[in-house]
Structure formats: C-alpha cells, structure tokens
C-alpha cells in the first residue's frame, strides 16, 4: 500500500518561513511527478508547485520567487520538499502532498493524495 504522509505545517508570522516535506512509502515501483496543491476555505484546490523525475520545475505565478520545491534523489526520489520564503497571509491553506506513481502492483502510474497539512500565516 502506497502512502504519502506531509509534515511541517503550521503557524507563521507574515514574512516568515516554513519548510513542508512529504515522504512516500510502500510498494512504488517509480515516481514520474511530485507536486505541492494547497486549498484555502471557500476556494478550489490549486497547483503550487511541481517537480518531475528529472528535476523539471513550475511555480504558480502567486509563489514564483518565494517558493521552492525540491526533491530527495539520495532516497531514490520518494521525498519532495517545499521550502516557502516570505510568506503572505494568502498562503493560509491546507497543503496537500501529490504524486504520479507506479505502484509495483500495477502497470500504469496513477494519482496518490497525502492528508495535507495547515499552513497559517498572521501576526
């Protein structure tokens, strides 16, 4: 059973930082993606951040600059990271963990959800 477990989440003061990472465990047979989503209430679930297999990277216009993601290759590429730098009071969300994968009882890679964790920035 594949899971994706996040930590990392939690209150900040405006401009500060938080760093979330995610681990994905069980029976994978390969990642192709790995990606950040975050959801804030009332609003629809939205694509932060996103790192392929070879380290390919895209930013939503709103953290560009301010966010970076990152991927743990020494432990075969089943760790991301996002490390967030100036962070606003509209970063306030829950984040979700995503990943593309091929479990190694399947044959095609499918969609994998971590349980997310809030993020909350204010003074």
């Known amino acids: 059973q594949v899971q994706l477990v996040e930590s990392g989440g939690g209150l900040v003061q405006p401009g500060g930082s938080l760093t979330l990472s995610c681990a994905a465990s069980?029976?994978?047979?390969?990642?192709?993606?790995m990606a950040w989503f975050r959801q804030a209430p009332g609003k629809q679930r939205e694509l932060v951040a996103r790192i392929s297999s070879l380290s390919s990277t895209y930013y939503a216009d709103s953290v560009k600059g301010r966010f970076t993601i990152s991927r743990d290759n020494a432990k075969n590429g089943n760790s991301v990271y996002l490390q967030m730098n100036s962070l606003e009071a509209e970063d306030t969300a829950v984040y979700y963990c995503y990943a593309f994968l091929t479990p190694k009882t399947e044959q095609r890679p499918r969609d994998y959800w971590g349980q997310g964790t809030q993020v909350a920035v204010s003074s």
């Open positions: 069980g029976s994978i047979f390969s990642i192709d993606a």
